[in-house]
């Protein structure tokens, strides 16, 4: 499909240098899988790769009816070690230990995403992951346009894993789905319309603290 996207991954091997590894390919037109990686410890032990496709459409509800967000975004993430030496794989077809999405339409959640070191080592990263299309407005951008918003995830037990279910993720009251503001430490949006708040993150220890 045109502008699905794709991901490769490569081993480095004594004698031989870069053989390839894996790679994860995009199954949707126009959904730009691989726009945006990081690769981080939020459990504080495995390294976990992140993959976004930002103009992914999301199927969801919004008070109570089915819909479909357009090029709302996905990010997924995966155990490396469970994709090292497995070679191609699809994106619906290779099990995800994480999946958030963007929750309106032309948001492209997942456009800019990192992961912030919260000590020396694998200690439980916490995860930036930006939508900077996002509208405050979920039925179409009446009143507002592209103010842009970033989610902060906590790492460790507040980490959202993908077995979770969505009551625990969202609540019973959400009447918007997915819910990734719902289901951050804390969700930050821009302050006019256009800001694009978002376009791109960084997260650096300028301290030397490790933090």
Request: aromatic share 10%.
């Amino acid at each position: 499909p045109t502008a699905a996207g794709a991901l490769h991954g490569f081993e480095w091997q004594a004698g031989t240098g870069l053989v390839h590894s894996f790679s994860v390919i995009g199954e949707h037109a126009h959904g730009k899988v691989g726009w945006s990686l990081a690769v981080g410890h939020p459990l504080g032990h495995s390294a976990m790769l992140l993959a976004s496709a930002p103009t992914l459409n999301v199927s969801g509800r919004a008070f109570g009816a089915r819909v479909v967000w357009r090029q709302a975004g996905s990010v997924r993430g995966w155990w490396l070690s469970a994709l090292l030496g497995k070679g191609e794989l699809l994106w619906d077809g290779v099990p995800a230990a994480m999946v958030l999405e963007g929750d309106r339409s032309w948001g492209r959640y997942g456009w800019s995403l990192t992961f912030v070191k919260n000590g020396k080592g694998p200690a439980n990263d916490s995860l930036l992951i930006t939508a900077p299309w996002y509208t405050s407005d979920p039925t179409g951008r009446l009143w507002s346009a592209a103010e842009g918003r970033a989610y902060l995830y906590g790492g460790g037990a507040v980490f959202p894993l993908h077995g979770d279910s969505h009551e625990k993720m969202c609540g019973l009251s959400t009447t918007i789905y997915p819910c990734p503001a719902r289901v951050a430490v804390a969700a930050f949006t821009g302050e006019g319309a256009g800001s694009r708040f978002g376009h791109a993150c960084l997260a650096h220890d300028f301290d030397g603290d490790g933090k």
